[in-house]
Every structure is written in structure tokens, then in C-alpha cells.
């Protein structure tokens, strides 16, 4: 089943922050988030694990609740290049390797 | 050196044509997906494949079939295109690191397909 992202659109003016939150009907042991700018692929951002570990690569933070089965993604200060759709990925239950994204948060940053 | 290599980047085609679309991945992952993204930018998966076994095949019209002839490459050939089908579609990669399957995703740059 499809994750749940919210809002699905946002619009900041630089240094401004926001959160985007995603949220699953079922039990989640992981939450990945990648940013996908316009006519580009969807690129890494960071992986949250069931007992709170983190992976991620740049200066983006985040949040994982597993009793409420949501995970929220910070962006603070955000800069010009945050600007990009957002999606929230959960591991699938029955197909081993299926990853599931989100519908989409649309970030807009203007100068 | 690219990691994903998707090919081509844009067809057109006539509706009714076959067509395919090829990739490669170099980071030696075992594990390939192919995800379709449509006007409204929601990304469907499609297959995967891990180690050339076919190990997720979603709701996906049979005129869609997968191929992966070794772990670093999986093809996509569609036959009797419908307008429907006009879509990005992209192939990603990882490496599946346990059942859970933690490790990220690698996403090649993306095949836009128009049919007309």
C-alpha cells in the first residue's frame, strides 16, 4: 500500500523551513526520502531505521515514529536548491525489495 | 562514469508500435527495479529483478515484459503501445541488504516515452 504525504505542496521563501510528513497504514521497520528536481531522477536522501538509526548524506534531518507508523523530514534554513519533489518510500510487506513511494510533496523555494 | 544507464532518453512512437528500452548499472548491485512516473509525477514500480531472478511483478498489462540477462542489466519491452503508456520510465538499482532491503536506491536519468 502506497504511503501518505503531506502537504502536498509547499512554498518558502529562502532561509524559511518546513516539514514534510509521511504516514503508512501499515507497520514500518524503514522510511527512505529522496528529492527529485524537475527533469531529473530521484536522488537519495536518507534512510530511517526501526530503532532509530539514521543514513543519510547531506543536511537534511529527520524523524521516525514506529508506533505511529509516520516519518517527518526537516528542511531547515532551505536553500534555493531545495526546491524539488519530495517522496517517502516504505518497504513493501510481502515482495522482498519492493519500495513504495509516496505521492509526492512538491517544495518550492524562492529567493 | 555513470552509475545507471538508461536507453534511449526519449522515443515517440505511433501507438500500436513495440518498443525497448535498455539498462545498465556499474556499482555491482544485485538487485534492478524499473519504476514508471506518469503526468502526476507519482512513481509506480513495475518489476525488479535480483540477482536475473524475477522478484516483484506488480498489476502490470502483459504486453510489458522484463528481461535481465545478468545482475548489472534489465530491459523493458513493451509491444502494442497504447497512449496510456506515455510515461518516464526509470530503472533503478541497489543492493538488497538483508529481507528488509535498507540499502538506497540508485535511479538512472530516465526514459521519456510519448506515443502518439
Known amino acids: 500500500q502506497q504511503p501518505v504525504q503531506s502537504p502536498q505542496a509547499v512554498i518558502l521563501r529562502e532561509g524559511e523551513d518546513a516539514v514534510i510528513n509521511c504516514s503508512s497504514s501499515k507497520a514500518l521497520y524503514s522510511v527512505h526520502w529522496y528529492r527529485q528536481k524537475h527533469g531529473e531522477a530521484p536522488v537519495f536522501l536518507m534512510i530511517?531505521?526501526?530503532?532509530?538509526e539514521q543514513k543519510g548524506h547531506e543536511k537534511i534531518s529527520a524523524s521516525f515514529n514506529e508506533k505511529k507508523q509516520q516519518s517527518s523530514l526537516y528542511l531547515t534554513a532551505s536553500q534555493l536548491s531545495y526546491s524539488g519533489t519530495y517522496f517517502c518510500g516504505t518497504p513493501g510487506g510481502i515482495s522482498y525489495g519492493k519500495l513504495t513511494f509516496g505521492q509526492g510533496t512538491i517544495l518550492t523555494v524562492h529567493p | 562514469d555513470t552509475a545507471v544507464s538508461q536507453t534511449p532518453k526519449y522515443l515517440v512512437t505511433q501507438m500500436g508500435n513495440d518498443k525497448s528500452i535498455k539498462c545498465e548499472q556499474n556499482l555491482g548491485h544485485d538487485t534492478m527495479y524499473w519504476y514508471k512516473q506518469d503526468s502526476k509525477k507519482f512513481l509506480k514500480i513495475m518489476f525488479s529483478?535480483?540477482?536475473?531472478?524475477?522478484?516483484i511483478n506488480e498489476t502490470v498489462p502483459n504486453r510489458f515484459s522484463p528481461k535481465s540477462p545478468d545482475k548489472a542489466h534489465l530491459n523493458l519491452h513493451i509491444n502494442s503501445l497504447e497512449l496510456g503508456d506515455s510515461a518516464v520510465y526509470f530503472c533503478?538499482?541497489?543492493?538488497?541488504?538483508?529481507?528488509?532491503?535498507?540499502?538506497?536506491?540508485?535511479f538512472g536519468e530516465g526514459s521519456r516515452l510519448t506515443v502518439l
Open positions: 529483478y535480483n540477482n536475473k531472478e524475477l522478484i
Open positions: 530511517l531505521l526501526k530503532g532509530g
Open positions: 533503478a538499482s541497489r543492493q538488497m541488504t538483508g529481507r528488509t532491503g535498507t540499502g538506497e536506491l540508485f
